[in-house]
């Protein structure tokens, strides 16, 4: 494992905290995508230059990428030796959703771009909601797909925070 891609069913599924220990236990660099995807004011950054990004990361050595990001992944797959894909329930997500809205309101988050405050919306929590279940079956896909790439690429699914815990163990 020296090119790891964190990807999660939604927000809430514990990517950026999982990263964040995972890069410690390995000592490896981890990058939060949302980071290099908003700029100051919840602006979106350009396409090309959130892909750029990417590209320049995926060079480095090692590297943990956290974030689901789809319309770019195939960047970070293209480079990457492991798959790690969070699905927690939908329940689980948004409660820890809500949970730090509430703990980080008015804040910007370590794994967040400078000048964008924790916010939460009506729209927010549709879209977790909305997309849950679309994502589940997309990322599973996913999953299998990356292991097909050959017998040095590896998937791994994790279901509870059981299964998260003892991975990390």
Not at 57 to 79: P, Q
Not at 106 to 132: N, S
Not at 143 to 151: C, N, S
Request: aromatic share 10%; net charge positive; charged share 35%.
């Amino acid at each position: 494992m020296k090119k790891i891609i964190v990807c999660g069913v939604s927000a809430g599924a514990g990517k950026s905290t999982f990263a964040r220990k995972l890069g410690e236990k390995l000592e490896m660099p981890v990058h939060h995508l949302d980071s290099y995807y908003w700029k100051a004011g919840w602006l979106e950054r350009e396409k090309e230059e959130f892909r750029d990004k990417q590209r320049q990361l995926v060079k480095e050595d090692t590297w943990i990428i956290e974030g689901n990001y789809a319309s770019s992944m195939e960047i970070r797959l293209a480079e990457a030796d492991t798959f790690i894909y969070l699905e927690l329930p939908l329940r689980v997500c948004l409660y820890r959703a809500l949970k730090r809205w509430v703990l980080n309101y008015g804040k910007t988050r370590p794994d967040m771009a400078e000048g964008c405050p924790e916010k939460m919306d009506k729209e927010f929590l549709k879209f977790i909601v909305t997309t849950y279940a679309d994502r589940k079956i997309e990322m599973r896909q996913r999953a299998k797909d990356f292991i097909a790439r050959g017998p040095d690429h590896q998937s791994v699914i994790l279901q509870t925070q059981k299964q998260i815990d003892g991975f990390l163990k």
